[in-house]
C-alpha cells in the first residue's frame, strides 16, 4: 500500500522498539536476580542444592527458547490459568537468562584461586559471609564483559517472542510487511534497529575485556 511512507513505517518500528527494549531490560534484571540465587545454590557444594540447579540449568540451556516460549504460553493455560504474551515472554526470557548468567558467573567464581577461599575460611566465615565479602567483588570484575555480551543474545532473544503474538520489533515488522507488501524495506529496518541497538553493547564488552586482558 502506498499510504505507507518510509516514516510512517520507521516511526511504528521505533515504537514496536520500545518494547524489545522493555522486555530485554525486564527479563535481563529479573534473569540476574534469579541467576544470582541460583550462583549461590550452584556452587554451594550441598548435594540437594546443587543438583536441581543443575538440572535447571540444562533444561533450560538444552532446549529452545522458542518451546519454552510455547510451554509458559500454551502449556500454563492448560491448567486454566490465562497468561497474556507479554507475562509468558518475561517469564520464559527470565528463566532463560538466569541459566546462561549462573554459568557465566560461575566460571567467574571458580576463577578465583583456591587460597582465597582457604584464606576466608581460616577467618571462620560463613560460606556466605565468603562469597559476599570475598569471592564476588573479585569475580565481579571479571563477570562483567561477558555479562554484558550475554545482553546481547537477550536482546536478540526477544525476537522469538512475536510468535506468541507478543507485540515487539519483529512482529510490529511482520505486521507492517503484512500490510505495505514491503518486506525489503520493512525487515532491512527492522535489522538495523536491531544492529543499533546490539552492536554498542558487543563493542562494549570487548573493550572491558581488553581492558581487562591488559589489567592482568
Do not use: H
Not at 559476599?132 to 571479571?142: D, F, G, N
Request: hydrophobic content about 55%.
Amino acid at each position: 500500500m502506498d499510504d505507507f511512507t518510509f516514516w510512517d513505517i520507521l516511526s511504528n518500528l521505533l515504537d514496536a522498539m520500545v518494547w524489545t527494549i522493555a522486555l530485554s531490560l525486564i527479563a535481563f534484571v529479573s534473569g540476574g536476580i534469579v541467576g544470582l540465587i541460583l550462583l549461590f545454590m550452584r556452587t554451594s557444594q550441598v548435594p540437594w542444592l546443587e543438583i536441581p540447579t543443575k538440572l535447571y540449568i540444562e533444561f533450560f540451556q538444552g532446549t529452545p527458547l522458542l518451546m519454552q516460549l510455547f510451554l509458559f504460553f500454551f502449556g500454563v493455560a492448560l491448567f486454566g490459568i490465562e497468561v497474556s504474551p507479554w507475562l509468558a515472554a518475561w517469564l520464559a526470557l527470565t528463566f532463560w537468562a538466569s541459566a546462561f548468567l549462573t554459568e557465566i558467573w560461575r566460571g567467574c567464581v571458580e576463577s578465583i584461586p583456591k587460597g582465597q577461599w582457604e584464606a576466608s575460611s581460616s577467618l571462620a566465615m560463613s560460606y556466605i559471609e565468603q562469597m559476599r565479602y570475598v569471592i564476588l567483588p573479585q569475580a565481579v570484575r571479571i563477570a562483567v564483559a561477558p555479562t554484558v555480551g550475554f545482553s546481547v543474545q537477550v536482546v536478540k532473544g526477544t525476537a522469538l517472542a512475536s510468535i506468541i503474538g507478543f507485540v515487539e520489533l519483529t512482529k510490529a515488522g511482520t505486521m507492517l510487511n503484512n500490510v505495505t507488501f514491503k518486506p525489503f524495506l520493512v525487515y532491512s529496518l527492522v535489522a538495523a534497529i536491531y544492529f543499533c541497538l546490539c552492536f554498542p553493547l558487543s563493542w562494549y564488552a570487548k573493550r572491558l575485556e581488553g581492558r581487562l586482558n591488559v589489567a592482568r
